[in-house]
């Protein structure tokens, strides 16, 4: 408890309202229906993780410095620091994979861990509001952590990807290629161009890359190809990454998946990190160009992404943790969605939202009364409202219970006398009336329609 | 899509460790089991805030720095600055009211708003890690914006402590004082004291106010109490605290709360800008030593506080924009939750929690046949798992399956044949598998017991 005798007078304090009233540089307040579809996505996304054993993280939002240094590369500009104030030298967080690996680090204690956290992350970039970029913005990750045998995780992580979208309801192709196939394209590439400057052969020869990066097929499609290159076979990488890959379609075939899934050699992944499969989730391709113009809205690019990281938590620690996992583009997924869902023009993103709005008809207001039933609701976990009002005109009333399923009128019977509405009502015994509230709104939520109910006197 | 040529090696990475592989002083990770408690006490609260018209804000954890200045007196040097980086100056929030005072002054199209935020705020304290306090903490923060008849939304506010608590099965005491109230019985006692030095009165006399500011009592017999008082009843501060409380009083009683209210004179919260009522949610005290002994837990102080603050918004804008709310001490709320909760010794917070788990007798393993029957649960929205490995031994996976409720056993006909579990097992169509599981895992829910089904070949 404080001193009494140190309470300034509040209504003293200076009224100079700041220089700027706004949010700082590529951020943004979320409000209302905002935050309830971001909110219905991770709901969506956090189940299928569970359905696959996975459980949450939450880190904190800044690390020490040092956790962050070396690990983005030319990235690590776009850092956010604390400012020294005495003690730890820290940054905030610029993903949720480097925290997690700190965490996989110090809890020595699991071999195998699958684990989510959706959590905002935070980039010194040039903000593209309109592009949906931002410089804090939430990232969803799930992966799987610890030694396994060969592409079982790795197949999860895609069965997961495609359960998750199809929770979303969005049509997606998942782009998979290979780090190690990549290597060995690169390293052919590298011998034949030396062929090409040395030994004077013809540019054509050397074409022959690029028609195989260009390939994009299903898994098997795509096997085939690179099996049948003696030239590509042959190098010890594409081999390697040959026998990965053949046994995650098989994998993929179990799950009954491999229809979402496109071989891409083209594909590449920024990230340092990567050591074997690496995707990319796209919304998928129109199969024609009718097909375009009737697509699912805006075009984002990729909406999730991910791979395996087999060394990422060995530079904290002297153990090797293998990892493989996803991250969803949650801004994407929240672009598409509210394409989706048409607001009426006016409508507020923040109105409040009723089931049942208590109105009262007699003389005096009846705010008591009307608090009394209220309450009665509430505490029945039903979300009820009134005009927080003494003395409200009934008319003003009945404007906000419109925008409400059900209205609870006290006095009814007066109304009733002079009024239309009166076949819709139905009277209620008032010992009865969360069991009734209750009924009626189950019966409202089937059949989408408004009703009015009235308890007894 | 990035260049091929810029992937470096990962391999190389340096592998030295950092120094210090911990979380930034004073803040915590939470995993598993400690992350779903804090989720079903935001769950729990967030209902009770949404049955009173509540809407969710989402605002960035860090705020231009001149929004926070001015605004906590002395605590300011407890709050965390960004390093200059170039561009605006930001500091991390200190809490959530000093946004959503920023939020209504940009967004002048509300005039009433019910608005509810969750989040972690940030505090440069010296940290009590054992006492539950930290330097990154969750608060949960409910607030009426807007003008409203006097009382109105206050007693809305502590409807909602007392629903919540109920929510979250804690027995609470509310103790409320008003600010003028407060501030009139300063005046009073400094006037008292003027008479005491000047005059030579008793200091008797001056007691008379101390034996006020220590009275506590429900609302009725402390309202009595003041107005009894000719010396304070005539106080223009005391006057307009009785008026307010007597009409608060009123409201309580509609909504059948009065019980949990208790008014206590000596109450007093140390944020500068509280204006009318202030209150705190304290763990009910026990009637009796005998009660004392069987407490519920942990004493943590106040749980949840908060109060009335009418100036704060038009510290930024040239509105008026009075406030009324609530913040909720989520830790100490997690803390007499957790003591609740018995966990198993040697139980890890972190274990992958499944409804069933699917387990193959045959030879060879059968992952194939494993993930496709997995990955059919899963994708119904069955928490599925089955051991990630291509030949485990019969025993290591009904050893991973007795910790899950249903086992589906492939080839059950062979195990049964030498195996006591036979009578417990029943066989299931395998067209019908995820309809009869969905059937099974509602039985078992309400019984609490294990079960063991198996596709027909």
Redesign the interface.
Known sequence: ?????N??N??S???S?????????G??????N???L??NIFRIVS??F????G??????????K??LS?KYGEDSRLI??????G??L?S?RYDLTVPFA??L???T??TQ???YQIA?V?R?DQPAISRGRYR?FYQCDFDIAGK??PM??D??IL?IAV?AF?GLEIDVTIKINH?KI??G??AVAGVKQEMVQQKGLTEAVADDIGRFVRNRGTLAETLTLLKGSVELSQNEYIKAGIDDMSLLY??L?????CDHVSFDL?????L????GVIFEVVTALPESKEDASQSQGPQVGSIAAGGR???LV?????RDVPCVGISFGVERIYTILSARLTRKKGE?V?????DVFVVATGAGGL???R??IS?Q???A?????YL???QPSLRSQLRAAEKVPLSIILGFEELAAGNDEKDRGQLVARQDLVKEVKKILERLGQDKTRAICSPQK
């Open positions: 408890m404080d001193s009494l005798s309470l300034p509040p209504q304090t200076s009224r309202a700041p220089a700027q009233l706004k949010t700082p540089k951020t943004l307040d979320f409000a209302g905002e935050v309830k971001r909110k189940e299928v569970e359905c696959h054993g459980q949450e993280l939450d880190t904190p939002v800044f690390e020490l040092e956790i070396g956010y620091d604390l400012q020294d104030q003690g730890e820290c905030l700190r965490w680090a110090m809890n204690n699991y861990v699958s684990r905002k935070y010194r804090e396994y045998e079982i995780p197949a999860e069965l359960e199809q780090r990549l290597d394209i690169l098989s994998y075939r179990a799950f009954d998946v083209s594909l590449a992944r920024g340092d990190y990567y050591t990281y087999d060394y060995g530079m904290y620690c002297n507020s923040f109105a409040e939202q009723y705010l008591l009364d608090m009394a309450g609701l509430t505490r976990g039903i979300r009820a409202g927080k009002k003494t």
